[in-house]
């Protein structure tokens, strides 16, 4: 198994190549952790994902440092950097091919039975079985036909099978009913004590038990905390809980 790493944010901003006006990312700090799970909320445009986007250098800051285990980022192996890392996008990325290739994406190291143990822990393992063939049922534009919430189970799924340090959930669960999203983080906990989580919701509820919760408005973070200190002193918070 694999342990979670620190992750610190110093002063950081970001403007993305070409963008006029204020930057994406403003004077961002925080840290996270070996092993905690930590939500990010605000509102849509707050620079959520551009955050998270961070720390695989899928972009680098304009100013400011991140270090992973007190590693300056920059000055870190881009790909061993990126193996220790899984993101899962907001929208979920499955190619033509079987779910078990789909799955074994990111990791071809990997046993069919630790596909199966991540699926399970993604809640697929129930609907991948319940297609006749399984995990070798084809996906893609001749396979069958997953919905929203399944094809997000899925990309879960390949995220674990990869045995990260870090897991990034960008707001992936939106499809996803309530006992479904969480039924996987309950599995999360087991799995990922030790694994440093970050999840990015739309709602508080997917956030509120997070050990901390950073609140994003216009490119800068408003309030760290848990979810109590934050309903006494976030407004933005409060706002987001409200509507
Ligand atoms: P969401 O996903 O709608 O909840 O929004 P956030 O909070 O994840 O925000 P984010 O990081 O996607 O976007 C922050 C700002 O950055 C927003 O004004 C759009 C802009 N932005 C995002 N991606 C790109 C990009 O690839 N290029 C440029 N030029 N701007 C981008």
Redesign the pocket.
């Known amino acids: 198994g694999r342990q979670g790493c620190q992750i610190d944010f110093e002063n950081v901003s970001f403007a993305?190549e070409?963008?006029s006006g204020d930057p994406?990312l403003k004077n961002i700090s925080f840290t996270c952790l070996p092993g905690e799970t930590i939500g990010i909320i605000?509102s849509?445009?707050?620079?959520?994902?551009?955050?998270v986007s961070l720390i695989p250098r899928f972009y680098d800051t304009s100013a400011g440092t991140i270090r992973v285990d007190g590693v300056d980022i920059g000055k870190l192996d881009p790909a061993k950097l990126r193996d220790q890392i899984a993101i899962v996008p907001?929208k979920s990325i499955l190619f033509s091919g079987t779910i078990e290739e789909n799955l074994r994406w990111g990791n071809e190291h990997a046993t069919l039975d630790e596909i199966i143990q991540a699926a399970k822990m993604a809640e697929a393992h129930g609907f991948i079985t319940s297609f006749p063939e399984g995990y070798e049922t084809m996906l893609g534009q001749r396979g069958v036909n997953l919905s929203g919430g399944q094809k997000q189970r899925l990309s879960i799924a390949r995220a674990l099978v990869r045995k990260p340090d870090v897991l990034i959930l960008d707001?992936c669960t939106s499809a996803l009913d309530t006992t479904t999203e969480t039924n996987i983080k309950e599995s999360l906990k087991s799995f990922a004590s030790g694994v440093t989580c970050l999840l990015?919701a739309q709602r508080i509820t997917s956030v509120m038990d997070a050990d901390k919760i950073i609140v994003?408005d216009d490119g800068e973070i408003v309030g760290i905390g848990t979810h109590e200190m934050l309903m006494k002193s976030c407004r933005v918070y409060v706002e987001i809980f409200q509507s």
């Open positions: 993305y070409g963008a994406v605000g849509t445009g707050s620079g959520k994902s551009s955050l907001q707001d990015i994003m």
